[in-house]
């Protein structure tokens, strides 16, 4: 169905979400249409807090807001869906536009698969009526859907719309950009480069991606790095609970503006426990880079006060090779818990592959080389 036809269907005009490759077509529709805006479209920091701000939307207007996420943020949802929209609780009407990532019988990547499984019966437990947007899906049987979907809206109760691989077309052209100058796979490079035999865990989307790249070519094994393929927004948690077992380990997290975004209470938990082995980084492009390269407000957020301000002891920002060079050979040369911005720019290789070993074969090899 194309873009157009199915927003003027669902007739709404207040957007809150997480992007997802999956839904270019309305990502790109929205930024094409509102860029970022707050009468029309908010990017938020988790599908929770969409939940939350466009609950919000409907207390202050009456109105019916959007929330489009991947399906992967069902879990963010729950608790927000459950205890403030429920029609037992406040009956917020709300409609949930999901990516359907990991659909059976569609090849997807290994954190998508359990996700996709349980995609449709995740929305039945919560309570939201679902309806299955196929390519082959008519416009008029859309239409026939939200009418009946707008009498449960109207009773307080909450749909969703769940996107199969190709059902939404249309997208508009959008240049996602920035003035930066490092890459985010080189400066991995230049992380990894200096990390020697340190653990690494890094994030979800292509930073991890590259990070297996950069070690086939190099020739090294994977046994130092644990890739978050999924569980966006956990990799600085994930280096927490391993700096925190293994003190006499130097620890390497490689995280992104959106994660770090995600679950920012991290870096609160983390600088209260102030492991001196744990070196945070976070490579900020300002964007979703991997699902499209939708903005986040990473472009107005000043990570390194936050840092300090969570008790990291050192944090610095940089938006060059050179100083990240002499950075990453300070910070590996001081004992304390450190962080650091890299400035990167919105870009990635369009023939960037992914890891061809399984998650449970990164985890044996990264575990046995943890407790050696
Ligand atoms: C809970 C959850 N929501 C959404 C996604 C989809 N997703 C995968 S990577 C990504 C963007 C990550 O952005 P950032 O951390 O800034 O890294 P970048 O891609 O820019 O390098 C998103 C939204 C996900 N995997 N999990």
């Known amino acids: 169905m194309k873009i157009e036809k199915f927003i ?43 939940v939350a701000t466009a609950a919000g939307y409907h207390l202050a207007t009456g109105k019916v807001p959007v929330v489009y996420l991947q399906n992967s943020g069902e879990g963010n949802i729950i608790n927000p869906v459950a ?52 390519s082959e899906t008519a416009d008029d049987e859309v239409e026939g859907v939200m009418a009946s979907f707008r009498e449960k809206l109207q009773a307080g109760k909450d749909v969703a719309f769940v996107i199969s691989k190709g059902a ?13 100058l490092m890459t985010r796979e080189e400066a991995i490079r230049h992380i990894v480069e200096v990390s020697g035999e340190d653990p690494i865990v890094c994030t979800t989307g292509k930073a991890s991606r590259e990070l297996f790249e950069i070690r ?24 927490l609970g391993i700096a925190l077992s293994k003190p006499n380990k130097r620890i390497w997290c490689i995280d992104g503006d959106g994660a770090a975004l995600m679950h920012m209470g991290a870096m609160a938990v983390i600088g209260a426990n102030k ?69 990167c720019s919105k870009e990635s290789r369009t023939d960037l592959g992914r890891p061809t070993n399984s998650p449970l074969a990164n985890k044996q090899i990264f575990t046995e080389n943890m407790r050696l």
Not at 12 to 35: E, I, R, T, W
Not at 84 to 99: A, H, Q, S, T
Not at 326 to 340: G, H, R, S, V
């Open 8 to 50: 003027e269907t669902i007739g709404a005009d207040y957007f809150v979400g997480v992007p997802d490759s999956q839904l270019k077509a309305l990502c790109n529709y929205l930024m094409d249409k509102y860029g970022i805006d707050p009468g029309h479209h908010i990017v938020a920091a988790n599908e929770g807090n969409c």
């Open 83 to 134: 205890s403030l929209l429920n029609e037992k609780v406040y009956g917020i009407p709300m409609i949930f536009i999901v990516g359907w990532r990991g659909e059976p019988g569609v090849h997807d990547e290994p954190q998508h698969i359990y996700q996709g499984e349980v995609t449709l019966k995740l929305l039945e437990d919560m309570g939201i009526d679902s309806f299955v947007l196929r």
């Open 168 to 180: 939404l077309t249309g997208a508009p052209e959008v240049e996602y950009k920035n003035d930066y």
């Open 216 to 239: 086939e070519a190099n020739n090294q094994s994977h046994k130092y790095d644990f890739l978050t393929v999924g569980s966006m927004g956990h990799s600085s948690s994930i280096a």
């Open 275 to 343: 492991p001196k082995n744990l070196i945070h980084i976070v490579i900020n492009n300002e964007a979703h880079e991997s699902v499209g390269g939708v903005p986040t407000v990473a472009g107005q957020v000043n990570f390194v006060d936050i840092a300090k301000a969570c008790g990291y002891q050192y944090a610095a920002a940089v938006s060059t090779y050179s100083e990240l060079d002499d950075e990453l050979q300070k910070i590996k040369e001081t004992n304390q818990l450190c962080f650091l911005e890299l400035k």
